[in-house]
Structures are given as structure tokens and as C-alpha cells.
């Protein structure tokens, strides 16, 4: 069983950068393909980024790419989300996942664990 725990959300104003960061437990952290997910009031859950086992491959939705950076850092288990000119519409609690064998990095289904989210509210 592996475990996810989000940190580093908050609120900033638009323009400002924040680092999210999810940290693993009980689990082989170097074999997993890890993704962000983020979920506004009243809206579904959405793909952010995700980045494959070995950090050489990325994938982002449209709408932050050029502004969000997603890395992994296998040595502490910690996978990470660079937000930089965040945007009111970025408002959104912000969720990690894990999946051992993912085939369409967009689908939330493709993932096996889940972090409880941390929330990132974006003032204009």
C-alpha cells in the first residue's frame, strides 16, 4: 500500500509561484508513473501533468503548459509541481496519484493511490 501526502498549497495572488509537493510511503516510489490532478468547486477532476517512472517523460494539459513543471525526485520519494504565473482559474484543490501501469496519463482511472490534496487558491 502506498501512501501520498500533498504539501505546499495556499493562497498567493495571480502572477505568484508555488512548489506542491507529494511525498511517498510503503511503496517502490522509482517504479511508479506519477501524475497531479486538481479539482475546482462545482467541476470535475482534471489531468495537470504527470511524469513517467524515470522522469524523462512529461505530458501537461494545455492550459499550464510553459507555466507548470512537474519533477520527481526518486532518492526521497517526492514528486513535485512547480506553479509559476498562476492564474485565478488555477484555484483548484490540487491532488497527487500514483499508478504502476499507466497507458493514457490523462485518465484518473489509470492510477492505483491517491493523496488527499492540498488546496491552491489563486486571487486576481
Known amino acids: 500500500q502506498v501512501e501520498l501526502v500533498e504539501s505546499g498549497g495556499g493562497s498567493v495572488q495571480a502572477g505568484s509561484s508555488l512548489r506542491l509537493s507529494c511525498t511517498a510511503s510503503?511503496?517502490?516510489?522509482?517504479?511508479?508513473?506519477m501524475a497531479w490532478f486538481r479539482q475546482a468547486p462545482g467541476k470535475e477532476r482534471e489531468f495537470v501533468a504527470a511524469?513517467?517512472?524515470?522522469?524523462?517523460?512529461?505530458y501537461y494539459t494545455d492550459s499550464v503548459k510553459g507555466r507548470f513543471t512537474i519533477s520527481r525526485d526518486n532518492a526521497k520519494s517526492t514528486v513535485y509541481l512547480q506553479m509559476n504565473s498562476v492564474k485565478p482559474e488555477d484555484t483548484a484543490v490540487y491532488s497527487c496519484?500514483?499508478?504502476?501501469?499507466?497507458?493514457?496519463?490523462?485518465?484518473?482511472?489509470?492510477?492505483?493511490?491517491w493523496g488527499q490534496g492540498t488546496q491552491v487558491t489563486v486571487s486576481s
Open positions: 510503503g511503496g517502490a516510489f522509482g517504479t511508479y508513473n
Open positions: 511524469i513517467g517512472w524515470s522522469g524523462t517523460n512529461t
Open positions: 496519484a500514483a499508478g504502476s501501469v499507466v497507458y493514457y496519463y490523462i485518465d484518473s482511472y489509470e492510477y492505483d493511490y
